[in-house]
């Protein structure tokens, strides 16, 4: 199977027809953009799924830790 998309994509590549098309300036700062983009959403998927649950799960721990280790008071 993996060979049979190689010779496909051989052929396509022998029997194309050259692009008489313009690529702007603009082109090369679009796909910085999406680029940096990409990397963005990933990073704020990460900390909206991960990271603020672990926070809020560390600091529920430091509040219950310190009042657990409090001696009780004489009810005298």
Do not use: C, N
Not at 14 to 36: K, N
Not at 49 to 59: D, E
């Amino acid at each position: 199977m993996p060979r049979l998309i190689l010779y496909i994509g051989l052929l396509a590549a022998l029997f194309s027809s050259p692009a008489h098309a313009y690529i702007g300036p603009g082109a090369g700062a679009g796909t910085i953009a999406i680029v940096l983009g990409v990397i963005g959403s990933f990073f704020l998927a990460f900390v909206a799924i991960l990271w603020y649950p672990l926070k809020r799960l560390i600091k529920r721990w430091k509040t219950v830790a310190p009042k657990s280790q409090q001696p009780d008071a004489d009810p005298e």
